[in-house]
């Protein structure tokens, strides 16, 4: 399989996801909206974590009006808006992976070095959301892949039903390219679990690694063939 951009960006995404709810007490760091369910079970169940949780959605919506903010005034000034917030996630994956193995394992999401990491996090991913969204917005979701599968089951209910001939090779090239970025999420998480189970916040290193070679990949593609 040929590595594109929004499938680096799916990788990563479920790595930074799984990762961080496995490491953070069930925060979620990219499927912010998510966090909701686990504050209310971290209330009933008294897991630790509540004020992460609360505070995952404001830093999230923060850090995407200012990646929106950045880029545009970026792009006026004629500079290269992708790569530059692509390097701001990086930077921000390699100080979240240096905090959780600095101060990790955390036995208490509740902790500041616990938060703060958690939050680290969950800024890289949402300036990963804002890019896909801005720049790569006719590709498949890399961080939330319950719409993409929705999407998915329609698709396959439209061919099992019947669609009309000229319409069946745009309908089976969207299948393909939803279904392989399912997939690469999928082994994004994975990944994380494995890397969890075996190396606990040693697995952070990995999302870096994944967004220097998403960045290496932009830098080397020409505007206008991002893919």
């Avoid at 686990?38 to 404001?58: E, M, R, Y």
């Avoid at 998915?152 to 090239?173: S, T």
């Amino acid at each position: 399989m040929k590595p594109t951009l929004p499938l680096l960006l799916s990788l990563n995404g479920g790595y930074v996801d799984t990762a961080g709810f496995l490491a953070l007490q069930g925060l979620f760091t990219a499927h912010v909206t998510g966090n909701f369910v686990t504050l209310g079970a971290s209330l009933v169940l008294g897991i630790s974590g509540v004020l992460a949780k609360l505070l995952a959605l404001p830093v999230f919506c923060i850090v995407v009006i200012l990646t929106r903010l950045a880029g545009e005034l970026l792009r006026r000034r004629g500079r290269p808006a992708l790569a530059v917030l692509l390097a701001a996630k990086l930077a921000l994956l390699i100080a979240g992976a240096t905090l959780a193995i600095r101060f990790g394992p955390f036995a208490s999401g509740d902790g500041a070095a616990a938060i703060v990491t958690g939050m680290v996090l969950v800024a890289a991913m949402a300036i990963q959301n804002a890019v896909h969204r801005v720049h790569l917005a006719a590709a498949p979701p890399s961080t939330l892949m319950t719409g993409t599968t929705t999407q998915l089951m329609l698709d396959l209910a439209d061919l099992i039903g019947g669609v009309a001939p000229e319409a069946r090779p745009a309908l089976i090239a969207r299948l393909r390219r939803m279904s392989v970025a399912v997939a690469v999420f999928a082994a994004g998480c994975a990944a994380a679990a494995l890397g969890f189970a075996f190396a606990n916040v040693w697995c952070f290193v990995v999302p870096p690694v994944i967004a220097l070679f998403a960045l290496l990949l932009r830098v080397s593609v020409p505007d206008g063939e991002i893919s």
